[in-house]
């Protein structure tokens, strides 16, 4: 980790240049711009809402908040990860050209990524400005926890990318199967408490750590409370050691890397 910190350190120019132009990049590829990002979660919601509220008259109160809270995060997961998963093969000239190291062109679709998320938030806090308060920057933490956890995984399926093309295909159905595992549509307690659940599948739910995160985020933004900081720190702490974990696999690959790019 120490040697990560000062790799960003000593390349902090270059890594805010990358970070400037996959932001432009992103905005400049749908046609939309700036506004996309914004409508982009809501549409989604209007489907899900009109799904599950008009439809099958499920949901309850403010199910659109509800809803919108979890799909702004999960977007951000989901899109970090796939963005992140093929960072070496979609910068293949740029990677021969700067010896920058490659755990960089990993944060950087996160980094991206962690702002288009806070524009969401923010939608939902203006929306629903009863709850804005102090405990409002308790969503920053969780934000953090999401790019760790993004950073980790990407460190590993970065690399697996590079030397089997099908892990970015492979990756897109875990997270649509993970959709569906995770408490956006629903909450939690609908599976912690369903008698027809085996605790064995109830267990392995609790091991997803969006579905501790997306409850979280509807604690500050919908209702306005403090969620559970040790949890989060134990998070937090599983999160560095995943992450030195990656960072000793992708430098042991990194001579294979650049090889076969």
């Known amino acids: 980790m120490k040697q990560l ?25 749908t046609r939309l711009g700036w506004f996309y990002w914004i409508v ?8 899900y809402y009109f799904m599950v509220k008009i ?11 509800f809803a919108l809270c979890g799909i702004a995060s999960w977007q951000f997961f ?55 308060g102090i405990q409002s920057f308790a969503l920053l933490p969780l934000v953090i926890i999401i790019c760790l956890l993004s950073f980790g995984g990407c460190l590993f399926l970065s690399v697996f990318e590079v030397f089997a093309k099908d892990t970015s295909n492979f990756v897109m159905y875990f997270l649509r199967m993970g959709f569906f595992l995770t ?18 599948a109830k267990t392995l739910y609790g091991l997803n750590p969006m579905a501790w995160i997306i409850p979280s985020v509807r604690n500050i933004l919908l209702d306005g409370v403090f969620y559970d900081f040790k949890v989060y720190l134990l998070l ?4 560095l050691l995943f992450i ?14 650049l090889k076969s790019l």
């Not at 408490?183 to 064995?200: D, H, K, N, T, W």
């Open 5 to 29: 910190v000062e790799e960003v350190r000593s390349h902090s120019q270059a890594t805010i240049m990358m970070i400037r132009v996959e932001l432009k990049r992103s905005v400049e590829t």
């Open 40 to 47: 982009d979660p809501i549409v989604m919601m209007l489907i």
């Open 55 to 65: 439809v099958f008259n499920r949901g309850g109160e403010n199910y659109h908040l």
């Open 78 to 132: 989901t899109r970090a990860v796939t963005k992140s998963t093929t960072a070496f093969s979609s910068n293949t000239g740029l990677i021969r050209q700067i010896g920058i190291p490659l755990s960089i062109y990993v944060f950087i679709p996160i980094a991206v990524q962690s702002f288009f998320a806070i524009i969401s938030y923010l939608i939902i806090m203006v929306w629903n400005y009863p709850a804005i």
């Open 183 to 200: 408490p956006i549509l629903y909450g939690a307690e609908r599976v912690y408490g369903s008698p027809r659940i085996p605790e064995i």
């Open 236 to 239: 937090f702490l599983f999160c």
């Open 244 to 257: 030195q974990c990656g960072l000793i696999y992708l430098r042991k690959k990194t001579p294979k890397i």
